[in-house]
Antibody
Framework: EVQVLESGGDLVQPGGSLRLSCIAS????????MVWVRQAPGKGLEWVSV???????FYADSVKGRFTISRDNSKNTLYLQMNSLRADDSAVYYC??????????????WGQGTLVTVSS | QSVLTQPPSVSGAPGQRVTISCTGS?????????VHWYQHLPGTAPRLLIY???NRPSGVPDRFSGSKSGTSASLAITGLQPEDETDYYC???????????FGIGTKVNVL
């Protein structure tokens, strides 16, 4: 059974940092691209970042230069390092497994999300 | 403002058919990129409903169907049921943005 489980969400002050983790099981983690998607309160889903199986990374313009995605295939774990956090980064952050080729991915398994609140 | 345009809400009585539109542009749907649909109850894990325009994952009822033509796509729900009352999102890849894009989401109301 495929499972993804996020952790690391917390209350953090503006300008602070946080690292989210996503541990996956039930599939060949190292062979799959993985994504982070977020949902701010009252808003829709917003793609944040993707890391391909080969290690290539892409970011939404809203987080470029502040967030870093990484993975540890030995631990089946995806990370999102978030720096210089702003109030508009407050959201539930979801990790998802992808399927597809040549970046034309869709997201077939999602976690329950972890809540990040940026506030003083 | 989302790259993919969806209506904020649609409504239907139990047993009826509703459709949700998703309109893109020449850099996403019009570039031949597939559209995918998700069902999402806020606070829970989103669920993949339709992938690659028309395909249903195992376990998704055949009441849900998808289509795509040019820069537009749609999700149809037939035989509407009370448990279908939640949010639905379309998603694709945008070749100009070099990233993934979602619609704003459509709330389905079961009257």
């Amino acid at each position: 059974e495929v499972q993804v489980l996020e952790s690391g969400g917390d209350l953090v002050q503006p300008g602070g940092s946080l690292r989210l983790s996503c541990i996956a099981s039930g599939f060949a983690f190292s062979g799959n691209a993985m994504v982070w998607v977020r949902q701010a309160p009252g808003k829709g889903l917003e793609w944040v970042s993707v890391m391909t199986a080969g290690g290539t990374t892409f970011y939404a313009d809203s987080v470029k230069g502040r967030f870093t995605i990484s993975r540890d295939n030995s631990k089946n774990t995806l990370y999102l390092q978030m720096n210089s956090l702003r109030a508009d980064d407050s959201a539930v952050y979801y990790c998802a497994k992808t399927k597809g080729t040549n970046l034309r991915y869709y997201f077939d398994y999602w976690g329950q999300g972890t809540l990040v609140t940026v506030s003083s | 403002q989302s790259v993919l345009t969806q209506p904020p809400s649609v409504s239907g009585a139990p047993g009826q058919r509703v459709t949700i539109s998703c309109t893109g542009s020449s850099s996403n749907l019009g570039a031949g990129n597939d559209v995918h649909w998700y069902q999402h109850l806020p606070g829970t894990a989103p669920r993949l409903l339709i992938y690659a325009n028309t395909n249903r994952p195992s376990g998704v009822p055949d009441r849900f169907s998808g289509s795509k033509s040019g820069t537009s796509a749609s999700l149809a729900i037939t035989g509407l049921q009370p448990e279908d009352e939640t949010d639905y999102y379309c998603q694709s890849y945008d070749s100009s943005l070099r990233g993934f894009v979602f619609g704003i989401g459509t709330k389905v109301n079961v009257l």
